[in-house]
Structure formats: C-alpha cells, structure tokens
C-alpha cells in the first residue's frame, strides 16, 4: 500500500508540474514587449491623410451626439500595432465623464473601437531595424 501511495503521490506531482509548466509556457508567450518609443513609429496605409479618410468614413456617430451638446472633451484610441502592423488591445481614452454623458456615448466608443479594430494592417514599428509591437495612441476629433 505505501508503495502505491509513493506511485500515486509522483504521478500527482508529475501531472502537477506538467500542467504548470505548459501554463508557463502559454503566459510567456503573450508577455512580449511593447515600445512605446520606437526608432520608427507605426504608420497607417497611405499615412496620415488616409488615415483621417478611413475614421470618416467607418465611425458612426449617434444622432443623440449631434441633438445634445456633450461635452466630451478629448476622445483618444490607444492600441498596439503588433509587429506583424495588426491592431489589438484597442481602449478609448476620455476625460471623467457623468454617468448621463457615458451612457450617450456608449455607441460612439463602441464605433470608435470596431473601426480600429478592421483597420488594415499598418506598417509596424522598427527598433534596430526590426519590426516591434508599439502602443500608439490616436486622437479622435469630434466635429459636429
């Protein structure tokens, strides 16, 4: 019986860091580096001019934004331009707002976002010649 409970003990030990050790594996593989001052910033197909193109033509603003007068103040994207220039990790920046404000806003953040999102892919990022994941942040102009 004791023998069995020492197998039975190291098999459970064994399945135990196994398990682990894939765990590790799996979170190793997302923790990877993300500039935020690259050599060479990200840059949107056709640059900047396309870039204001694009967001014109894929963010939908509510009615109730052009109704009432929000105060948003600045509205900013902030995402990660991966090194093969796919977008992830899209977040919207505001300054505080009410509880009425954000609830209005509600559709036109999640505009903002699912048009970030289907962007194409950018040109990345380079650190020492070599294509890098870089945050990038992205001012939204509201013009009503």
Same mark, same amino acid.
């Given at each position: 019986? %004791?023998?069995?409970?020492?197998?039975?003990?190291? *098999? #459970?030990?064994?399945?135990? =860091? !196994?398990?682990?050790? &894939?765990?590790?594996?799996?979170?190793? &593989?997302?923790?990877? %580096? $993300?500039? *935020?001052?690259?050599?060479?910033?990200?840059? +949107?197909? /056709?640059?900047?001019?396309?870039?204001? @193109?694009? =967001?014109?033509?894929?963010?939908? #603003?509510?009615?109730? !934004?052009?109704?009432?007068?929000?105060?948003?103040?600045?509205?900013?994207?902030? +995402?990660? $331009?991966?090194?093969? /220039?796919? #977008? @992830?990790? $899209?977040?919207?920046?505001?300054?505080? !707002?009410?509880?009425?404000? %954000?609830?209005?806003?509600?559709?036109?953040?999640? &505009?903002?976002?699912? &048009?970030?999102?289907?962007?194409?892919?950018?040109?990345? /990022?380079?650190?020492?010649?070599?294509? $890098?994941?870089? +945050?990038?942040?992205?001012?939204?102009? #509201?013009? =009503?």
């Amino acid at each position: 019986m %004791k023998t069995y409970n020492k197998w039975l003990t190291m *098999t #459970v030990l064994i399945a135990g =860091l !196994l398990g682990t050790a &894939s765990v590790d594996t799996m979170a190793q &593989s997302r923790l990877t %580096k $993300v500039y *935020t001052v690259p050599e060479r910033e990200p840059e +949107f197909p /056709g640059g900047k001019a396309a870039l204001s @193109r694009y =967001l014109a033509a894929t963010i939908k #603003v509510p009615g109730s !934004l052009t109704r009432n007068s929000y105060n948003t103040g600045p509205i900013s994207a902030r +995402f990660i $331009v991966d090194a093969d /220039g796919s #977008v @992830r990790d $899209v977040r919207i920046l505001t300054k505080t !707002l009410d509880n009425k404000t %954000k609830k209005s806003l509600q559709g036109f953040m999640a &505009s903002i976002i699912t &048009s970030v999102e289907q962007m194409p892919r950018w040109r990345p /990022g380079e650190v020492d010649g070599r294509p $890098v994941p870089v +945050f990038y942040t992205l001012p939204i102009e #509201v013009t =009503l």
